[in-house]
Structure formats: C-alpha cells, structure tokens
C-alpha cells in the first residue's frame, strides 16, 4: 500500500499515534506537502464526510479522525507553511448568542479542516457584534449554528449587524442548525443551509468558488 | 375515568375513555401565559431563579392549576433545589457539575469534574437527597391520585457525558472503555438509589431521560449505544418495572438506528417523536404501535410557535386519527413548551385532544 493510501487510512481509523510518523515517511519519500496534505489527509476526511453524511458512521468516529487529522497537521502545516500553500479558505464559526450548544458546530468545524479550511472557531452564545469583529480581510464565510428555535432569530440580527458594519459583500454566510432550515436561510438572506456537517463543508467549498 | 387511569391505560396500549393529555416539560414563561386564562394571581414573566419565594409559589400554583383547568393527565416532576449557585450565571448540581445559565433554555454543562480513570477512582459520588422531591410530594398531594405522577431520571448517557465531558465521553469509548463503563455505573447507583425514593413518594411513572440522537441519526453508533448505554438504563427499566412502575424512554431525535434495542429493552411509552427527526407518528404506530405507547409529537419548532390555532386543532386530529386506534397514544408537544411557544396555540391543543380524542365504543 502506497503511503498516501495508509494517511487516509489512518484519518479514517483515528489512527492518531502512528500517523505522525506516517507523515514524516511520506515527507522523507519526497513527496510534496500539499500532496500530503490533498491527496493522504483530505482523502480521508472526504470519505470520513461521505460515510457520516451516508449514516454509515457517528459522531465519535469523525472525532477520532479529526483527532487524528490534527495529530498529523502538526507535523505537515510547518512544512505547508515552508512552501508557501495556502488554506482553501477562511471560516468564521459560532454558535449565536443565548445558544450554548455546540456539538454540530463542533463537526461542521471538523468537516471544514477536513477540507482544508482555516477555522476560527468563535465558541458557543456569540453575539452579533463578536461575529462582526471577527471578520477581517481574508474572511471568506461566517457561519451560524443555532440548535433552539428560541435563538434562531439571532441569526437574522447577526447578519443585519453584519451589513451594518458594510461587510455583507465581502463574506459569504451560511446557517445551520437543528432549529433552522433552507427556507429559513433564504427568507434572513443568508447565502446557504448545511443540512449536516458533511454538507455544510461542501456547500462551503462551493460558495468560495462562485 | 382520571388522568392517572388514563395515561397507565395507554401505556398498557389499551384504549381509555380519551386519548390521555401530557405536558413533558414546560418553562416559566408559557406557563404564566397560559394561565392569564385561568388566573391573575401571577409572578411576572421571569426565570424561577430571579424569582423571591412568594413569586415561586404563584408559578408552581399556575402549573398546578393549568394541569387542572386544562385537564392534563400526567405531572412531571423533577428534582429542585438540588443547585448551587456559583455565580450569577454558574450553578453546581450535586454531581460537582458546573452549568451555564441560559436565558431561554435549560442551563448548559461547561465544567466537568471527571477526566479518566484517575479522577473517577478519587470521585465521591452524591447520594440522592429526599428533600429534592419537594415537586413530586407536592403534585402528589395536590392531585391525590387524579393524575399520573412522572419523575425524570437522566439516564445513563446524559449522566455520564455530563460528568466526563460529551467529546471526551466519545474519545474514551475507543481509548479506555472500562473508563465509560465504571463511570455508568457511577450513575446507575445513584438512579437506583434515587428510584427508591420516588417511588416511595408515589411516583407512577419513570421517565428516562437520556438524549441521545439528533435530527438525523443517534450520537453514538447503535453497537456503542447497546454497548456503553442501555445496559444501564435497562437495569432502571427492570427496577422500576418490578416496583409497579411505568418506564418511558425520552430522548429527542432520530431514534430508528436503536429503536429495536429500545423495544426490547420493555419501556412502555417513547417520547418526544419529533416530526423534524422523521419520528411521524403514523410511521412509528405502524413499526410498533403495539408494544409502545407514543408520547408527544405536536410540533414545538414550527407549529406551536408560528401555527394558528386551527392548524394545531387539525395537527391534533390528524395524530389521533393516526395513532389513538387500540390505545397506546398520548398528545403532547414534541419537546418542551419553550418560551417560544403561542399560549393560544398550546390551549388549542389542550382542547383538540379532548374534541377529537374521544374512543367511541
């Protein structure tokens, strides 16, 4: 088995001991970083994303592979920084404010560094105006998670705060969430619904490439 | 026939005199908005924690009399006074769990006293403490065996992930098992201790509280769940049951990946069948209505907060024409009444439950 093939294999068996060294042989076989990083780490979060959007796995399996997704960043992401690749773009995260629950957004984190992107993860009861803050130059997507319909309507205020602060043309901003649905996201105006964390990942790479 | 007649006559999947009428669990607000129908003598609309003692005892006689007016079958009761206050926004339960006070939901753990192994070998667990069944005692003698008293129990997961942390929790599911199995059986004492003193205090009905699915699909694998969860909660299921107890199983979401182990596990009754987790209550009457008596569904996401009374009224009648045939059915909402929802929309449901549910013989 090529070491590319054993990464991903890895990724998706939570292997986060082993892989480290795994990496290492792969950069001692010359191999490119972004190769590494596309072709061994990303392929193994992407069938990750495909098994748990599918219900062939659960939650503790996507966090034992990002777990070991991130065990084997450590050693990559000098090495990425060294030549110069660039993430596939920058996330905004939070669950909105009065809404202390975080486990979907913890996945749709995970899904999104699974496939490549920066995540800055703001935390749980985020208020509009720490969202607003937050957004900086190379922002590409904020994202909301509300699990209450009770907190749903933060989701509205947030990105009304948003285009006050004249930054609605610059960002892209997806919602999700038990309490919220597409239609809900086309009648606040945001840009796009993740109906699960596998999704919302996908739906995030398709909006930064429009 | 009364409300406790009624709602043991479901769970016996039996047919009673009507389809029996449930509040699972309502908050302070949608409580004092319903009862402005029934009475003025009200606190005004805060959280029972801003609340002084006389303002206490209005809502709880609001609650009280809501089940009353409003003919309600069943009373859940819970533990309170159990928590301690940190801070303005902290408290500790007695567990040594720290939670988050949220202004329109349950309060949130974010501390958690128990890592690995380590820390549970050094764990001094609580003893359940018979002066947190003030609820219970008092529902018990205010309605005298008219209505069936519930008591919720949180089950095994919910107990654990709250003690360990839920990713953790996860992790330790692979990493160390026997961590995860020692820790439920930290929680199994003390549900089995506790379950001597309600049903001392004349509880009718267990619920086991204990959510463990989300919209799509169940948080741990089904073989995890039947690993590290039901064996536990199973044991509370057999207990209550050689009491003469009801058991019912709450947890929200999609329940389909373990609803075999649940069937099997004898609870009478499951709740809260949210419509959004594809918990329709005609697929689930059609699965096994027969061994199970389906408790709630009556949307508390769209249709209660945002619905008019008549699209509840013909919800209603459409759950019943649904699921009442043979018994086994009893109306409530598909989660708690959250303050979101309409004061009017949940009084339609009262009344479209006793419009429609009538059994004709």
Redesign the interface.
């Known amino acids: 088995m090529d070491i590319l093939t054993t990464l991903s294999d890895s990724i998706q068996n939570?292997n986060h001991d082993s892989i480290k060294e795994q990496v290492s042989t792969a950069l001692d076989q010359g191999i490119e970083p972004v190769v590494i990083l596309k072709s061994g780490l990303i392929a193994g979060m992407d069938r990750i994303g495909e098994k748990f959007k599918n219900?062939d796995?659960?939650?503790?399996?996507v966090?034992?592979a990002a777990?070991a997704m991130s065990s084997a960043m450590d050693i990559l992401k000098p090495k990425l920084v060294e030549t110069g690749a660039r993430p596939a773009g920058k996330f905004i995260i939070g669950t909105v404010l009065?809404?202390?629950?975080d486990?979907?957004k913890?996945l749709v984190k995970m899904m999104l560094q699974g496939k490549g992107f920066e995540v800055e993860d703001l935390g749980?009861?985020v208020p509009p105006e720490k969202f607003v803050q937050a957004i900086s130059d190379d922002t590409d997507i904020v994202g909301m998670s509300a699990l209450?319909?009770?907190?749903r309507p933060l989701m509205k205020e947030t990105i009304e705060a948003i285009d006050r602060a004249g930054l609605r043309d610059r960002v892209k901003i997806m919602i999700g969430g038990?309490?919220v649905t597409g239609e809900y996201a086309e009648q606040i105006g945001a840009d796009g619904y993740g109906a699960?964390a596998t999704l919302s990942a996908e739906l995030a790479l398709k909006l930064i490439a429009r | 026939m009364n409300g406790k007649e009624r709602i043991i006559t479901a769970l016996e999947i039996r047919e009673p005199d009507r389809v029996p009428l449930y509040i699972h669990g309502i908050n302070e607000k949608p409580i004092i908005r319903i009862a402005r129908n029934l009475t003025d003598d009200l606190p005004e609309e805060k959280e029972i924690y801003e609340m002084d003692a006389v303002e206490q005892v209005k809502l709880l006689n609001a609650l009280f009399l809501l089940h009353e007016e409003y003919e309600i079958d069943g009373f859940t009761s819970f533990e309170i006074g159990d928590m301690v206050n940190i801070d303005d926004t902290h408290i500790r339960d007695p567990f040594n769990v720290v939670y988050?006070r949220?202004?329109?939901?349950i309060p949130?753990a974010?501390e958690h006293p128990i890592s690995d192994s380590d820390d549970l070998k050094k764990y001094r667990a609580p003893l359940p403490d018979p002066r947190h069944l003030l609820l219970l005692n008092l529902a018990r003698d205010r309605f005298k065996d008219t209505k069936a008293i519930f008591w919720m129990m949180r089950g095994s997961f919910v107990r654990s992930w709250r003690l360990a942390g839920?990713?953790n929790l996860?992790?330790k599911?692979?990493d160390d098992p026997g961590f995860v199995h020692d820790l439920a059986k930290v929680v199994l004492e003390f549900n089995l201790a506790s379950l001597e003193q309600v049903h001392a205090a004349g509880a009718d009905v267990l619920i086991v509280e204990d959510d463990i699915a989300?919209?799509?699909?169940?948080?741990?694998?089904p073989d995890?769940f039947r690993e590290f969860i039901n064996p536990y909660n199973r044991v509370l299921v057999e207990e209550a049951h050689k009491k003469g107890m009801k058991v019912i199983r709450h947890s929200d979401g999609n329940l389909w990946?373990i609803l075999d182990t649940l069937l099997d596990s004898g609870y009478n009754g499951l709740n809260p069948l949210e419509p959004?987790a594809d918990m329709g209550l005609k697929k689930v009457k059609d699965y096994c209505g027969d061994r199970l008596c389906l408790i709630g569904n009556i949307d508390?996401?769209?249709l209660l907060?945002d619905g008019t009374p008549e699209e509840v009224d013909s919800t209603v009648k459409q759950a019943i024409d649904d699921a009442a045939e043979g018994g086994g059915l009893i109306i409530s909402s598909s989660n708690s009444l959250?303050?979101?929802v309409k004061p009017e929309n949940c009084v339609a449901m009262f009344d479209a439950v006793k419009k429609y549910g009538v059994y004709r013989k």
């Open positions: 939570g219900g796995i659960f939650i503790p399996n966090l034992i777990r009065g809404d202390h629950h486990i979907g913890n749980i009861n209450l319909s009770t907190t038990g309490a699960d | 988050e949220s202004p329109v939901g949130v974010c839920m990713e996860m992790f599911m692979f989300d919209k799509n699909m169940t948080l741990v694998s995890q990946g959004q508390c996401i769209e907060p959250h303050p979101g």
